[in-house]
């Protein structure tokens, strides 16, 4: 049965864990947003957040964005509706920049992995620094540098 309530709604950065869970029992949810916008680790959770109570049962979650949640044990995820579902996640490195992760919790590649590339900064998760950054992010410290070269470009042709 679908689920009118939570169907083709955004839910983004809604905290849906304490929800009666026969709100969502038997049923199943179409094309919706769940998604957690907070990285995992500033949310002082490193494995997301829980989606609904733990307790829910036979929930279907068919074409919906469920990036950094946790699904509880009922919950199911299927791509019948013609959209496929999301289920990231997502962590700040580092380099200060969001990061896709594995199911381990380690850096696959960069959420904006065409930015880095256009500013030719290594997409390889093994050179991340050793050490967190603080203040620019390694992408603002890139643009910035580009920006300064191309002004002092104009102002040496003038």
């Known amino acids: 049965m679908e689920n009118d309530k939570y169907s083709y709604k955004d839910f983004t950065d809604v905290d849906l864990s304490k929800i009666d869970p026969a709100e969502v029992n038997d049923s199943t949810i179409v094309g919706s947003c769940f998604a957690k916008t ?9 494995f997301g957040f829980l989606l ?5 049962k036979n929930v279907i979650l068919d074409g919906c964005n469920v990036d950094n949640n946790r699904l509880p044990a009922g919950v199911t995820i299927v791509d ?7 289920r990231k996640r997502i962590k700040i490195e580092k380099d200060g920049e969001p990061w896709l992760q594995d199911e381990n919790g380690a850096p696959v590649e960069p959420l904006e992995k065409a930015q880095f590339v256009a500013l030719g900064i290594s997409i390889d998760p093994a050179d991340l620094p050793a050490t967190r950054r603080h203040g620019e992010t390694v992408t603002q410290e890139k643009e ?5 070269e191309e002004i002092a470009a104009l102002l ?3």
Do not use: H, M, Q
Request: without cysteine.
């Open 38 to 46: 907070i990285p995992v680790d500033y949310a002082g959770n490193p």
């Open 52 to 56: 609904f109570p733990a307790n829910v």
């Open 80 to 86: 019948s509706f013609g959209v496929a579902s999301t």
């Open 144 to 148: 910035r540098i580009k920006n300064e």
């Open 156 to 158: 040496g042709g003038l």
